[in-house]
């Protein structure tokens, strides 16, 4: 019965309330956010510190309580080494919170400079316990949970809220079956915890 509920509640993902007192907004770019620290590569006056995020990150251990990255993780050429990255600064109990287009999506492939594709289990080779972790981990280090939400594109209603629970209380099931094939949704928010 509490899988029925949850697919009919709705879920939506909120960066206010992740905001701790240690935030980090990876790939800031036009959108640098209030009571984050600021990192980009590109000097455009947004960034608080200039970082190449293909390269070990200017923060110590255990640091941040929460890092954010928005549509940035589908540019990056070695996901590996800045999520081992993002695993590092944070602090235990930390959280890293990403979105990126869905691989279905129109978005993740119209634009030329995306070079990774990410579907609701993509991230599950990071978090300890999951299948893909046990078989595949790239090293040790791991989040203790992972938690989806599908942000739908501008199309709303019951229907797209029921399926977007069902896509992300039973990922494998909607994406190779039939509901997944005739769904799309625009991006997609993975919420890590260390």
Same mark, same amino acid.
């Given at each position: 019965?509490?899988? %029925?509920? @949850?697919?009919?509640? !709705?879920?939506?993902?909120?960066?206010? !309330?992740?905001?701790?007192?240690?935030?980090?907004?990876? #790939?800031?770019? @036009?959108?640098?956010? *209030?009571?984050?620290?600021?990192?980009?590569?590109?000097?455009?006056?947004?960034?608080?510190? $200039?970082?190449? %995020?293909? @390269?070990? =990150?200017?923060?110590? *251990?255990?640091?941040?309580? =929460?890092?954010?990255?928005?549509?940035?993780?589908?540019?990056? $050429?070695?996901?590996? @080494? %800045?999520?081992?990255?993002?695993?590092?600064? %944070?602090?235990?109990?930390? $959280?890293?919170?990403?979105?990126?287009?869905?691989?279905?999506?129109? #978005?993740?492939?119209?634009?030329?400079?995306?070079?990774?594709?990410?579907?609701?289990?993509? +991230? *599950?080779?990071?978090? !300890? !316990?999951?299948?893909?972790?046990?078989?595949?981990?790239?090293? *040790?280090? #791991?989040?203790?949970?992972?938690?989806?939400?599908?942000?739908?594109?501008?199309?709303?209603?019951?229907?797209?809220?029921?399926?977007?629970?069902?896509?992300?209380?039973?990922?494998?099931? +909607?994406?190779?079956?039939?509901?997944?094939?005739?769904?799309?949704?625009?991006?997609?928010?993975?919420? =890590?915890?260390?």
């Amino acid at each position: 019965m509490n899988k %029925l509920k @949850q697919l009919f509640e !709705k879920r939506n993902f909120s960066l206010e !309330k992740q905001v701790k007192e240690t935030n980090i907004n990876l #790939g800031c770019g @036009q959108k640098p956010l *209030d009571n984050f620290i600021n990192v980009d590569f590109y000097t455009i006056g947004n960034e608080d510190v $200039k970082a190449d %995020l293909e @390269q070990p =990150l200017p923060f110590e *251990d255990a640091y941040a309580d =929460l890092i954010y990255a928005d549509n940035v993780f589908e540019h990056i $050429k070695n996901v590996l @080494q %800045l999520t081992k990255e993002c695993i590092r600064i %944070l602090k235990p109990g930390g $959280k890293l919170a990403i979105r990126v287009p869905y691989y279905k999506s129109r #978005g993740a492939f119209i634009d030329p400079t995306h070079i990774n594709f990410y579907t609701l289990s993509s +991230f *599950d080779y990071f978090v !300890k !316990k999951t299948y893909f972790y046990n078989q595949y981990r790239f090293f *040790d280090e #791991g989040f203790s949970s992972i938690d989806c939400f599908i942000n739908p594109t501008k199309r709303k209603g019951f229907f797209r809220n029921m399926v977007s629970n069902y896509a992300t209380l039973a990922p494998h099931s +909607f994406e190779t079956g039939l509901i997944g094939k005739f769904t799309d949704f625009s991006s997609v928010t993975f919420l =890590l915890t260390k």
